[in-house]
């Protein structure tokens, strides 16, 4: 999370007028700017920036915000890289974000790249289904040279082909789930309803360690029950305790490096151990 003041500091030292010129062309209207919408098309401008507020406002669209939401939308970036390019135009230094949090961006833009290369290979692999995939870019004017410069690829009909490749990789399912890149069908076929590694959620969430109010929140914002619920994790046991004590069924998955250390107090141990997700199908 980057500091509220670091955020203050940026928005003092940055003027929404100029930021917003750069994109559009903007009329002086009193105490406003006003200029045709960049996020719709239209005719007639509807679109203002608000000096004294430091904001701006689409009345054709709805859409409105400060600069840094503004910098969002016009460049389709995240909220970080808005603020970072914003702090490059006015000087200063790139935000420092926690640790915790510094780690799992990362982890999302590997996986993400990842993900890529994924698709990529599958578009040059030899199947007929690839192959009718590089007759429809073709159809669309793109040579080879254009498909590997942007890294063009296809998906797969069978929709698990780049899950398994993910969690092959070390990513944890909640990770890949999160992102929207792919569920473990099975998972899905044996009628959990949800499922999360509790590590992963924890530090989305800035929780060093889960308690009855983290999976609390956690259920509620999935439309879960408890028992409804199973909580699988593929890291140390910290997290199993909480978990049961919320009536949660939980799983521990023994996988790499994670050896699992059988805890003193009964409460702590899982409800099952299991070596990889397979099994899964035998005890739920």
């Not at 949090?101 to 590997?110: A, E």
């Not at 992102?179 to 969430?205: C, H, M, P």
């Not at 408890?226 to 910290?238: F, H, K, P, Q, T």
């Not at 009536?247 to 994670?258: A, D, E, L, N, Y």
Request: proline share 4%; glycine share 8%; hydrophobic share 35%.
């Amino acid at each position: 999370m980057i500091p509220h003041e670091y955020i203050e500091e940026l928005t003092r030292r940055t003027d929404i007028v100029d930021v917003v010129g750069n994109y559009v062309q903007l009329k002086r209207k009193g105490r406003l700017y006003g200029g045709l919408c960049p996020f719709h098309s239209e005719k007639t401008p509807s679109f203002y920036v608000y000096p004294d507020t430091q904001s701006f406002y689409c009345f054709g669209c709805g859409v409105g915000g400060d600069v840094i939401h503004f910098v969002r939308r016009i460049n389709s970036i995240d909220y970080t890289e808005a603020v970072k390019m914003l702090a490059a135009r006015a000087g200063m230094p790139e935000p420092q974000e926690d640790d915790k949090t510094g780690r799992l961006r990362s982890r999302i833009l590997s996986m993400n790249k990842e993900a890529a290369r994924y698709f990529h290979a599958c578009l040059n692999s030899t199947v007929e289904e690839a192959r009718q995939a590089r007759a429809y870019w073709r159809r669309r004017g793109l040579d080879d040279k254009t498909i590997v410069r942007f890294g063009l690829g296809y998906a797969p009909d069978d929709g698990q082909g780049l899950y398994q490749y993910l969690r092959d990789k070390g990513y944890l399912i909640s990770v890949i789930a999160n992102q929207g890149l792919g569920t473990e069908k099975r998972l899905e076929n044996w009628g959990i309803r949800k499922y999360f590694d509790s590590v992963t959620a924890s530090a989305e969430e800035g929780v060093a360690k889960p308690d009855l109010e983290f999976f609390r929140r956690a259920l509620n914002k999935a439309g879960c029950s408890a028992e409804s619920s199973v909580m699988i994790g593929d890291r140390l046991d910290n997290d199993i305790a909480p978990a049961k004590s919320f009536g949660m069924r939980t799983v521990w998955i023994k996988q790499g490096f994670s050896v699992y250390c059988s805890p003193t107090c009964p409460q702590e141990q899982p409800d099952h151990i299991i070596s990889n997700l397979s099994e899964l199908k035998n005890i739920l």
